[in-house]
């Protein structure tokens, strides 16, 4: 079956000015998987020697996270579960949590790209479900508070980090199956996507202007808004307290 969407990668390591700078190419999909690709969102980690993603897919409003393994070698994602619920009723984002075995998905209960598509502007109230990837199960762990999230990233410390449009950070971590609240922060800008590096700091993409933001989500052919980058880190104020 040919699918509507598919995954590309690229090694950024390979020295640019080269022919084919940075090897772009197109992740195959090996047999076993009959779905076709509407990706919304996807996040990736190593296991061992595996690669394990989490992608989330839109057929029709019936959306599923699918779960592959990259088979490196052969170049191709390997399904490995398809995860549906009626709990992923508009995922938005999600992110897979260190050791692989779940993936936390933002529900954000505005419309399936952005809280402005459509001349919407209000502000929704989002949850976050946690679905496992080896039975496929899926339940709450938050239903309020989330306002209109849109970012969510885990770190090597399993610290949940979920942004939303507002500029705030949210830093949570799972206590026996519940959802934590451990800090907060907030910045002027309304943060889009994040992203944690090797050294566990934040990369957050935002928006200086919303109004700028607003304009060109109900009318694409507008310029695209400005954008910047924010770096988050992490670090002790007082000897025997906590980071921050």
Not at 74 to 90: F, N, Q
Request: with cysteine; glycine share 10%.
């Amino acid at each position: 079956m040919a699918h509507r969407d598919h995954v590309s990668v690229m090694e950024i390591d390979s020295p640019p000015g080269q022919d084919n700078a940075y090897n772009l190419h197109r992740l195959e999909i090996a047999g076993g998987f009959e779905g076709e690709l509407d990706l919304h969102r996807l996040d990736a980690r190593r296991i061992g020697d595996r690669i394990h993603t989490g992608e989330v897919i839109d057929e029709k409003k019936n959306y599923n996270v699918e779960v592959f393994d990259l088979d490196e070698d052969a170049g191709a994602l390997v399904p490995v579960k398809t995860i549906s619920s009626e709990l992923l009723d508009s995922p938005n984002n999600l992110a897979v949590d260190p050791a692989g075995n779940e993936i936390l998905v933002i529900n954000d209960h505005v419309t399936k790209v952005g809280p402005f598509r459509g001349g919407k502007e209000v502000v929704g109230d989002a949850n976050l479900a946690e679905c496992q990837t080896d039975s496929g199960e899926c339940r709450l762990v938050t239903s309020k508070g989330l306002g209109y999230a849109n970012g969510i990233a885990i770190d090597s410390q399993e610290h949940i980090y979920v942004t939303g449009v507002s500029g705030v950070v949210l830093v949570y971590q799972m206590e026996i199956g519940e959802l934590k609240l451990l800090n907060s922060f907030r910045n002027s800008l309304g943060i889009d996507r994040i992203s944690v590096n090797a050294e566990d700091n934040i990369v957050i993409t935002a928006f200086p202007d919303s109004l700028e933001l607003m304009k060109t989500s109900t009318n694409p052919p507008d310029p695209v808004p400005g954008a910047t980058l924010l770096l988050a880190k992490r670090e002790t104020i007082n000897a025997g307290q906590p980071e921050e």
